[in-house]
């Protein structure tokens, strides 16, 4: 009995000497390797570390970040299928956009004051590591302009409720994982039909699709494009966002109804609504002004009119929807949704 016990110490022994990784084949990101993977904002510019804005380092069997800390400038940073375990080095890289961390060996994340610090940071791929805590996923709540974020296939999104605390950790966020954030996963008790509700097709979205190229301007154009697919399905499905689009609409309709009325009180020729345009707060008058919401006058509340020659045939409808939408999101610290009862 004892031999048997000795031989299946002896098999288990073997099997995790089996298991154990090898990390001889791993390397550190030299000089030369970043300088070759990475590129700059100008094709014009001689290759420098500090003035790198691009690096894809994409499965080259790195153990750490190496001299990446030296790059100050760098804007793209694509790591993923790695074996990294430690990301503080990147303190010294706080103009990041876009950070892939994917399939690598991630336990934990730097504290709040590393996240602070990347004040541009908005799109961030954790998934496919081994993160396992919810406080260390907490520590994301500081960076202010995080818009997507991915911890699918990680210990920790296994957690009850998991998408619930994330999504009330970091109040920027627009999109966790492949799906679009909705309003029920934000608001507490909040039931919404089939069109506004989570995790349902209208919401879905692939976000770790992988770039053809990591060129400066490639590498913004897709960023361009997530952000402002995300903004067009918050627009269509967040029954939040269309009923305060409503309500502004109608707020500056009456507006303009006073200062119609304030017209003809003076003799001034009345002007009348272009009522297309008035639920997305542009409104066109006949005479060639535009009306815009949210320009009033604080001293005797009135809405100001800007004065165009314009050909209102000419104009691009879609167009300039998408642009309101946009300047919205733009100009808010992050979601526009109401966060007064949020359940812990």
């Given at each position: 009995?004892?031999?048997?016990?000795?031989?299946?110490?002896?098999?288990?022994?073997?099997?995790?000497?089996y298991?154990r990784?090898?990390?001889?084949?791993?390397?550190?990101?030299?000089?030369?390797?970043?300088?070759?993977?990475?590129?700059?904002?100008?094709?014009?510019?001689?290759?420098k570390?500090?003035?790198?804005?691009?690096?894809?380092?994409?499965?080259?069997?790195?153990?750490?970040l190496?001299?990446?800390?030296?790059?100050?400038?760098?804007?793209?940073?694509?790591?993923?299928?790695?074996?990294?375990?430690?990301?503080?080095?990147?303190?010294?890289c706080?103009?990041?956009?876009?950070?892939d961390?994917?399939?690598?060996?991630?336990?934990?994340?730097?504290?709040?004051?590393?996240?602070?610090?990347?004040?541009?940071?908005?799109?961030?791929?954790?998934?496919?590591?081994?993160?396992?805590?919810?406080?260390s996923?907490?520590?994301?709540?500081?960076?202010?302009?995080?818009?997507v974020?991915?911890?699918?296939?990680?210990?920790?999104?296994?957690?009850?409720?998991?998408?619930?605390?994330?999504?009330?950790y970091?109040?920027?966020?627009?999109?966790?994982?492949?799906?679009?954030?909705?309003?029920?996963?934000?608001?507490?008790?909040?039931?919404?039909?089939?069109?506004f509700?989570?995790?349902?097709?209208?919401?879905?979205?692939?976000?770790?699709?992988?770039?053809q190229?990591?060129?400066?301007?490639?590498?913004?154009?897709?960023?361009?494009?997530?952000?402002?697919?995300?903004?067009?399905?918050?627009?269509?499905?967040?029954a939040?966002?269309?009923?305060?689009r409503?309500?502004?609409?109608?707020?500056?309709?009456?507006?303009?109804?006073a200062?119609?009325?304030?017209?003809?009180?003076?003799?001034?020729?009345?002007?009348?609504?272009?009522?297309?345009?008035?639920?997305?707060?542009?409104?066109?008058?006949?005479?060639?002004?535009?009306?815009?919401?949210?320009s009033?006058?604080?001293?005797?509340?009135?809405?100001?009119?800007?004065?165009?020659?314009?050909?209102?045939?000419?104009?691009?409808?879609?167009?300039?929807?998408?642009?309101?939408?946009?300047?919205?999101?733009?100009?808010?610290?992050?979601?526009?949704?109401?966060?007064?009862?949020?359940?812990?």
């Amino acid at each position: 009995m004892a031999a048997f016990g000795n031989g299946l110490n002896g098999e288990c022994s073997k099997t995790s000497s089996y298991l154990r990784l090898d990390r001889s084949h791993l390397v550190s990101p030299s000089k030369s390797l970043i300088l070759s993977c990475g590129e700059m904002d100008s094709v014009f510019k001689e290759k420098k570390l500090e003035k790198i804005a691009v690096v894809n380092l994409s499965g080259h069997y790195l153990k750490n970040l190496g001299n990446l800390s030296n790059c100050s400038a760098l804007k793209i940073c694509i790591l993923p299928r790695n074996y990294i375990t430690k990301i503080d080095a990147l303190a010294n890289c706080p103009n990041l956009i876009k950070l892939d961390l994917h399939g690598n060996h991630i336990t934990n994340l730097p504290d709040e004051y590393f996240w602070s610090e990347m004040k541009c940071l908005q799109i961030l791929y954790l998934h496919d590591n081994i993160i396992g805590d919810m406080n260390s996923v907490k520590s994301l709540f500081p960076c202010p302009s995080l818009v997507v974020l991915t911890l699918f296939d990680t210990p920790v999104s296994l957690v009850p409720r998991y998408r619930h605390r994330v999504v009330n950790y970091i109040w920027s966020l627009k999109a966790l994982d492949n799906f679009v954030i909705a309003d029920e996963e934000v608001i507490e008790d909040c039931r919404n039909r089939k069109k506004f509700k989570a995790l349902s097709p209208y919401f879905f979205i692939h976000l770790t699709v992988p770039p053809q190229t990591s060129s400066w301007q490639d590498e913004l154009k897709q960023i361009r494009d997530l952000v402002s697919t995300i903004n067009n399905i918050l627009a269509h499905h967040s029954a939040v966002l269309i009923l305060q689009r409503w309500s502004r609409g109608f707020l500056t309709r009456r507006k303009l109804r006073a200062a119609s009325a304030a017209h003809q009180q003076k003799g001034l020729p009345s002007k009348e609504m272009n009522a297309e345009l008035c639920s997305w707060g542009i409104h066109v008058l006949e005479d060639g002004s535009i009306w815009a919401a949210g320009s009033s006058n604080k001293q005797d509340d009135q809405c100001s009119a800007v004065h165009l020659e314009i050909d209102k045939n000419k104009l691009n409808i879609k167009l300039l929807e998408t642009a309101h939408v946009f300047y919205e999101w733009s100009s808010g610290p992050g979601r526009n949704r109401s966060n007064a009862h949020l359940k812990e």
